[in-house]
């Protein structure tokens, strides 16, 4: 299987089969607390069959992008296959990517998420400079604009910033929206279990619209990876806001 392959459309995935694989999980070379070795490891033991990691990177990250895409490359593969990902920011609302030709070159799948919220020049704001009741609103709009980004494979945790950190509950329609645009340009709605206290719900939604979508932990962590897959099970409580 390659990297696409795990990009479903949503009325693909059922109830009773949930795909064995995470595609969102970093390591120390950004956030993470372990090793890339490590996350794979755990991976295994969770008897997953492929992973994405998809780590932090931007503009700046050319010196050590490679030696990361490198060491995934470089994983026993026959148990658990391993791509290299990225998560980048989005900069601006034309859907513009933080990132060079060079990284995304290195990359099996690349994940586009709002990170930051950017003025109307273009100047990151900082969060304290956000009104909170305007965050669903500004992150929908940068999320259309990524749509767009023929580089994209993946919109990582769509209006995750609106929930966990401006503490917003966005509606299904207000969910809908990227939902919609995701289903029109292919790009994968990811489920993410770190961001989204009801998966099931958002999968529903993108089975309706014939979204694909992508199923990510966002991993941090050795204890952390797979629970995508553990939360869809009902094996384990999802985050709730």
Not at 38 to 55: D, P, T, V
Not at 63 to 83: G, H, S, T
Not at 127 to 150: C, H, M, R, W, Y
Request: proline share 4%; glycine share 8%; charged share 25%.
């Amino acid at each position: 299987m390659i990297a696409k392959d795990l990009i479903i459309n949503a009325n693909q995935l059922e109830r009773d089969n949930i795909p064995l694989w995470d595609l969102h999980m970093h390591t120390t070379w950004t956030d993470g607390a372990q090793s890339a070795k490590e996350m794979h490891q755990a991976a295994i033991r969770s008897g997953l069959n492929y992973i994405l990691f998809s780590e932090h990177a931007r503009k700046s990250s050319g010196d050590w992008f490679p030696k990361f895409a490198q060491e995934v490359r470089f994983l026993e593969q026959d148990i658990c296959k391993a791509f290299v990902g990225l998560e980048t920011k989005v900069s601006d609302f034309k859907g513009s990517l933080d990132t060079t030709p060079e990284i995304l070159s290195e990359c099996d799948l690349v994940m586009a998420s709002v990170h930051r919220f950017p003025g109307e020049e273009g100047v990151v704001k900082g969060f304290g400079e956000t009104d909170p009741s305007e965050s669903i609103k500004i992150e929908t709009d940068l999320s259309l604009a990524v749509l767009e980004n023929s580089d994209c494979d993946i919109l990582g945790h769509p209006l995750g910033m609106s929930l966990r950190r401006f503490g917003q509950k966005p509606t299904i329609e207000d969910f809908r929206v990227i939902v919609k645009k995701a289903a029109k340009t292919g790009v994968a709605f990811e489920i993410n279990s770190h961001y989204h206290p009801d998966p099931w719900m958002l999968i529903e939604l993108c089975q309706e619209e014939g979204a694909n979508i992508s199923l990510g932990s966002n991993a941090h962590n050795v204890s952390e990876v797979g629970s995508i897959n553990r939360i869809l099970k009902g094996e384990e409580k999802a985050w709730q806001n």
